[in-house]
């Protein structure tokens, strides 16, 4: 998995956002209240790259098995 895909309700596409960008976009909105700027991925591999639903579930049960041990 390179990252994520999210649909964006502005303007209907899917944008795909790699671990690095992401983790940039959240920071950036922590400390200033807005995202950065970006750029789309140019001719990404939607293969490549999970939901955010499913990435979600799959931690979800990361921390249920680490619990559960």
């Known amino acids: 998995m390179l990252g994520l895909v999210l649909d ?14 992401l983790r940039g976009n959240l920071k950036q909105m922590i400390e ?5 700027v ?10 490549d790259y999970v939901s955010w ?3 979600r579930g799959y931690v979800d049960g990361v921390i249920d098995t680490e619990e559960r041990r």
């Open 38 to 47: 970006h750029e789309p991925a140019f001719h990404p591999d939607p293969a």
């Open 8 to 21: 964006c309700p502005e303007c209907g596409e899917q944008h795909f956002f790699d671990w690095d960008l």
């Open 53 to 55: 639903d499913y990435a």
């Open 32 to 36: 200033k209240g807005q995202p950065q």
